[in-house]
């Protein structure tokens, strides 16, 4: 492969679609590695061979920049995201907001899938989130972590989870869920997708999709998957 992007497994859909639009004009080939960013974080720190790595995550960076693996200058935030309660299509029932008694209900005696709490970034993200509310304590002894955020939502969307925290760009690219409500924006820190190009890469073609992701060709696939754009 010419390029290899480590991203996090909330960034499928959208690149995807990018990487197949890139190779259709560039005649480069880029391989995804799809997973919690912490997980790609410590591949990387132990020497997986990564060309760009794009997590949901700014501390996750932070450790891989603290571990001399990125390409000096080439730090950048990229994309912004919001972060959902969603519940099955069949069966979800509006909530009016996270007071509402009805979440409980919903909720029943089933599990609320979240991606890992104290090392995914969402599952952080949300487990903040949950914490400020003041909802994190009754809700906590009914939590099912997944690896990762897409996990995650597949637990929803098969049915087997009743309710779930994720993204609204993970919501929006499946149709079998149902967002309930938003979580306050400043119930987290804000969620950053930063971008950097890992030591010991390079090439025409990584310099290439590197600069393809803050395109207008990118950045009009990351907008219409549920993605804000934060990079200049």
């Known amino acids: 492969?010419?390029?290899?992007?480590?991203?996090?497994?909330?960034?499928?859909?959208?690149?995807d679609d990018i990487a197949t639009k890139f190779e259709?004009?560039?005649?480069?080939?880029?391989?995804?590695?799809?997973a919690g960013s912490s997980l790609l974080a410590r591949q990387i720190a132990l020497g997986a061979p990564a060309d760009i790595y794009l997590p949901a995550s700014t501390e996750w960076m932070d450790y891989l920049q603290e571990q001399g693996r990125l390409v000096p200058g080439s730090r950048?935030?990229?994309?912004?995201?919001?972060?959902?309660?969603?519940?099955?299509?069949?069966?979800?029932?509006?909530?009016?907001?996270?007071?509402?008694?009805?979440?409980f209900a919903q909720l029943g005696q089933g599990k609320m899938s979240m991606a890992l709490?104290?090392?995914?970034?969402?599952?952080?993200?949300?487990?903040s989130a949950l914490e400020a509310l003041g909802l994190w304590q009754d809700l906590a002894p009914h939590v099912?972590?997944?690896?990762?955020?897409?996990?995650?939502?597949?637990?929803?969307?098969?049915?087997?989870?009743?309710?779930?925290?994720?993204?609204?760009?993970?919501?929006?690219?499946d149709p079998r869920v149902t967002v309930l409500v938003e979580f306050p924006v400043k119930s987290h820190t804000p969620i950053r997708y930063p971008m950097a190009q890992i030591q010991g890469a390079g090439g025409g073609a990584v310099e290439a999709f590197f600069d393809y992701l803050q395109g207008p060709d990118a950045r009009e696939t990351f907008v219409s998957a549920g993605f804000s754009m934060v990079a200049e």
Do not use: C, W
């Not at 259709?24 to 391989?31: E, F, I, L, Y």
């Not at 990762?148 to 919501?171: E, F």
């Open 144 to 173: 099912a972590q997944t690896d990762n955020v897409r996990a995650a939502l597949a637990l929803v969307a098969s049915g087997a989870a009743p309710l779930g925290v994720v993204y609204a760009s993970d919501a929006q690219a």
């Open 76 to 103: 950048r935030d990229l994309l912004g995201n919001r972060l959902v309660l969603v519940a099955p299509h069949q069966s979800a029932q509006p909530i009016d907001g996270f007071d509402d008694p009805a979440l």
């Open 1 to 15: 492969m010419d390029v290899t992007v480590f991203a996090a497994a909330s960034l499928k859909t959208a690149l």
């Open 117 to 127: 709490v104290e090392a995914v970034p969402a599952g952080i993200y949300g487990k």
């Open 24 to 34: 259709r004009d560039t005649g480069h080939s880029v391989s995804l590695s799809l």
